[in-house]
T-cell receptor, first 115, second 113 residues
Framework: ETGVTQTPRHLVMGMTNKKSLKCEQH?????MYWYKQSAKKPLELMFV???????ENNSVPSRFSPECPNSSHLFLHLHTLQPEDSALYLC??????????????FGPGTRLTVL | DQQVKQNSPSLSVQEGRISILNCDYT??????FLWYKKYPAEGPTFLIS?????DKNEDGRFTVFLNKSAKHLSLHIVPSQPGDSAVYFC????????????FGTGTRLKVLA
């Protein structure tokens, strides 16, 4: 595997379900990100982890719970979501450190549908 | 309030001609700008970037121009190729948001053969 991978690619869940999205990066990066992309809206940054420490939580509801066990893996745990949470969830990683080296590499995303 | 705006949701260009994609921003603290390209069913991929100390950066067929006084940047693709058909996002960051990029809504480019 190369780059940034995400599983599953598609997920349909009910509002009472609990599910998790997984992201893995094979680039040796130190920073990882979760973004949400809704139709006709900009990519919205949700969470940032730098060296496994959460450095950004962009006012995300608590029904989204991130976990970063190591620099290569990032999870997004989902619980009692709402239909308006249906979106494309993108994971990204970057080198970390100097800003100008901070090009972000994205995974293919998980298309989430909440019924 | 959207800090990064791409006012054209779509653009069609003939193959071989120039494609110009525009992006406006409101935050004068932004000092680093990027363009990403996204194909369907794939994540965005980095295309080109520019620091606010420059007004132009070129990489092959892709050139980004930055006009700080107008808070405007543009991506020029010349010559355009059918494989360039994708959604293009501009993004910006500021010194206070080290890992935080603010993205625009994207422009869908269609290059006609």
């Amino acid at each position: 595997e190369t780059g940034v991978t995400q599983t599953p690619r598609h997920l349909v869940m009910g509002m009472t379900n609990k599910k998790s999205l997984k992201c893995e990066q094979h680039l040796g990066h130190n920073a990882m990100y979760w973004y949400k992309q809704s139709a006709k809206k900009p990519l919205e940054l949700m969470f940032v982890y730098n060296f496994k420490e959460q450095t950004e939580n962009n006012s995300v509801p608590s029904r989204f719970s991130p976990e970063c066990p190591n620099s290569s893996h990032l999870f997004l745990h989902l619980h009692t979501l709402q239909p308006e949470d249906s979106a494309l969830y993108l994971c990204a990683s970057s080198q970390g450190g100097s800003r100008l080296d901070n090009e972000q590499f994205f995974g293919p995303g998980t298309r989430l549908t909440v019924l | 309030d959207q800090q990064v705006k791409q006012n054209s949701p779509s653009l069609s260009v003939q193959e071989g001609r120039i494609s110009i994609l525009n992006c406006d921003y409101t935050n004068s603290m932004f000092d680093y700008f990027l363009w990403y390209k996204k194909y369907p069913a794939e994540g965005p991929t980095f295309l080109i970037s520019i620091s606010s100390i420059k007004d132009k950066n070129e990489d092959g067929r892709f050139t980004v121009f930055l006009n700080k006084s107008a808070k405007h940047l543009s991506l020029h693709i010349v010559p355009s190729q059918p494989g360039d058909s994708a959604v293009y996002f501009c993004a910006a960051s500021s010194p206070s948001g080290t890992y935080k990029y603010i993205f625009g809504t994207g422009t869908r480019l269609k290059v006609l053969a």
